[in-house]
């Protein structure tokens, strides 16, 4: 499988995004010195995207030391100069300041083993990467990627307000969500039914599992976090213990289904 690079300019910033496990790419690297890099690694059980942020002096090197473990990362997005503007201190401050962004937005499982350290700037260069740092935002949401976006700033909104759907059902579940553009967030504090029926598909029990495993929904069968489903009906199967279908289970406070405001919006 050949690797794929793509280059985008944006300012005075260069973005490359990496694809595929051979070395055609390393020509590339070859070119490459300072810089912050994204690799994105599989999906973890609760179809989180898994990324590590980091930086390096030494491109070609770096890369190879990843390679030896070929399943380590799908993607990786390198971020440089393309006037050779960054030093140093400038990766750091950036590194810093993507790792912090991408903890907060909790869109992704960030496995680095430390916070990275931010660098000391001068006012001006502080206002030179701020942009940098928004035009990468930009770009990585653009590749596909929402690492850095906040549920506010992607959620289905009507008249500035975001809309908030619930679930109200058997066996306890309680839920409050709402649409957001890479799928549905079921807020904190939703409850979700104490237990299961026997038609359940297999992948929503083992989901469901792996939620209560890891804390996200605690003993008592409530989510401890906002968190991010793939679709409305996902999120409703999980909430019900049930197959269910999300476009008509959650509505409104006003009993509007969501199906019915999604078309609405479609005319």
Not at 114 to 132: A, G, N, R
Not at 229 to 243: D, E, H, K, Q
Request: aromatic fraction near 10%; charge should be positive; hydrophobic fraction near 40%.
């Amino acid at each position: 499988m050949a690797a794929l690079c793509a280059n985008y300019l944006i300012g005075m910033a260069e973005y490359t995004k990496l694809t595929g496990t051979n070395y055609l790419y390393l020509l590339l690297a070859k070119t490459l010195t300072i810089l912050v890099f994204i690799f994105y690694l599989e999906k973890n059980e609760q179809n989180q995207d898994t990324v590590y942020i980091g930086e390096a002096e030494n491109v070609l090197a770096r890369l190879k030391q990843h390679l030896k473990d070929p399943d380590y990362w799908n993607d990786c997005i390198i971020i440089i100069s393309k006037d050779n503007l960054l030093n140093k201190a400038h990766v750091k401050y950036l590194e810093n300041r993507f790792y912090l962004l991408a903890k907060s937005a909790d869109r992704a499982l960030v496995i680095n083993g430390s916070k990275p350290t931010c660098s000391s700037v001068s006012e001006y260069d502080q206002c030179m990467l701020e942009e940098f740092f928004e035009n990468t935002k930009l770009l990585v949401n653009t590749l596909g990627y929402k690492t850095f976006d906040s549920i506010e700033e992607t959620s289905m909104k009507q008249k500035d307000h975001d809309i908030i759907f619930s679930i109200t059902a058997t066996r306890g579940a309680k839920a409050t969500g709402k649409v957001v553009a890479d799928g549905f967030v079921v807020l904190k504090n939703s409850q979700v039914a104490s237990s299961v029926t026997q038609s359940i598909s297999p992948y929503l029990v083992k989901l469901r599992n792996s939620l209560i495993e890891s804390n996200i929904i605690n003993k008592n069968f409530i989510f401890t976090k906002d968190y991010l489903f793939t679709s409305p009906s996902l999120a409703a199967a999980v909430i019900m213990g049930r197959n269910a279908n999300g476009r008509t289970e959650w509505k409104t406070d006003k009993n509007k289904k969501l199906k019915d405001i999604e078309e609405a919006t479609i005319k």
